[in-house]
């Protein structure tokens, strides 16, 4: 990572220390001083303030406003916690799991007017900003019913997979880079090439993570790798393998998909093997490469300096050489 990008999460970072979101009732606000403490990469802000540079050199005027969206992201982190029963986010208890679900829900409520507040200060059209923010965030809301609605549908196909990782996670990417760039008055093409690129790379990072859960280091990955297959997650590698299984695979993927009783360990041997039949790696490296070469693509039409799109696209390549 450069000494820019490691400058702008520093940036990020000391502003989020000096945030202030309330005080009292304490049970209210706690709970958001709590999540926002636990860390991250930082990575939607700092895409904020990258695309920003693109046209203007004084990011740190804008700093509020690519932080809103850092505390909108944790709202939506706090609520699916709830959704998932989630024990753990970044190692840590969950906001339901340290109070309980009431104080979850009422806190990431708040956060959600937070980022409101925040992105008020924005220079620039206001109008076009926040309609450009409520379209992003019921998107997400749309991928997260999609994702849940998934859970229950006996079929689901590849195209509907994309499309809920597109609403769940990469549109709001897109709109950090979108956001970026009208906060600096760039022309609508930029703006519109800038979110292409955002929800691109977004795919991609989903897939990633996908085939990471699968075929990671564990060591590398600080989680269980095969947790997806363990809870019958519906994700690429799977839908791909059931769509290309032969008949004895097809059965194979069938009775690990069904039995309630097994050991772990055996269940992710068996179906990471079904996967290195069918060349499920390969297929999925593959379809994360299309969307990433798309977004890079994306990138190129983008009125701004090639020297100014250097940290941008450093970034991108720095996300997705990540092996965690």
């Not at 200060?121 to 994702?147: H, M, R, T, W, Y």
């Not at 999925?284 to 250097?310: C, V, W």
């Amino acid at each position: 990572m450069t000494n820019d990008l490691k400058a702008l999460i520093s940036l990020i970072n000391k502003r989020l220390t000096e945030l202030s979101y309330g005080d009292q009732p304490s049970e209210l606000y706690e709970p958001i001083r709590y999540i926002m403490s636990l860390g991250g990469k930082r990575l939607r802000p700092v895409l904020a303030l990258l695309s920003y540079q693109l046209f203007k050199d004084d990011p740190e005027s804008i700093l509020d406003q690519a932080i809103a969206v850092e505390v909108f992201h944790n709202f939506t982190l706090m609520h699916d916690d709830i959704m998932d029963e989630a024990p753990l986010r970044r190692g840590q208890q969950t906001v339901h799991e340290k109070w309980n679900s009431s104080t979850a829900i009422l806190s990431g409520d708040v956060m959600l007017v937070k980022a409101y507040d925040m992105l008020l200060e924005s220079p620039g059209n206001l109008k076009e900003i926040i309609k450009a923010f409520n379209q992003c965030a019921a998107g997400v809301c749309e991928g997260q019913q999609f994702d849940m609605n998934f859970e229950t549908m006996s079929s689901v196909t590849e195209e509907d997979y994309i499309d809920m990782i597109r609403l769940k996670t990469a549109v709001l990417l897109g709109f950090c880079l979108e956001l970026g760039a009208m906060l600096a008055g760039a022309d609508k093409a930029s703006s519109q090439a800038l979110y292409d690129f955002g929800v691109d790379i977004g795919i991609g990072f989903q897939l990633k993570d996908d085939l990471l859960d699968v075929y990671g280091d564990q060591e590398k990955f600080g989680k269980q790798v095969g947790g997806d297959i363990i809870s019958n997650k519906k994700t690429f590698l799977l839908l791909k393998a059931l769509e290309l299984a032969n008949a004895d695979q097809k059965e194979q993927l069938d009775y690990w998909l069904n039995t309630t009783a097994f050991n772990p360990e055996d269940k992710v041997k068996a179906v990471t093997a079904v996967y290195d039949q069918i060349g499920i790696k390969e297929l999925t490296l593959a379809k994360m490469n299309e969307y990433f070469g798309k977004g890079f693509e994306a990138l190129d039409q983008i009125h701004a300096a090639e020297d100014r799109k250097a940290s941008l696209k450093s970034f991108a390549q720095y996300l997705i050489d990540r092996d965690k």
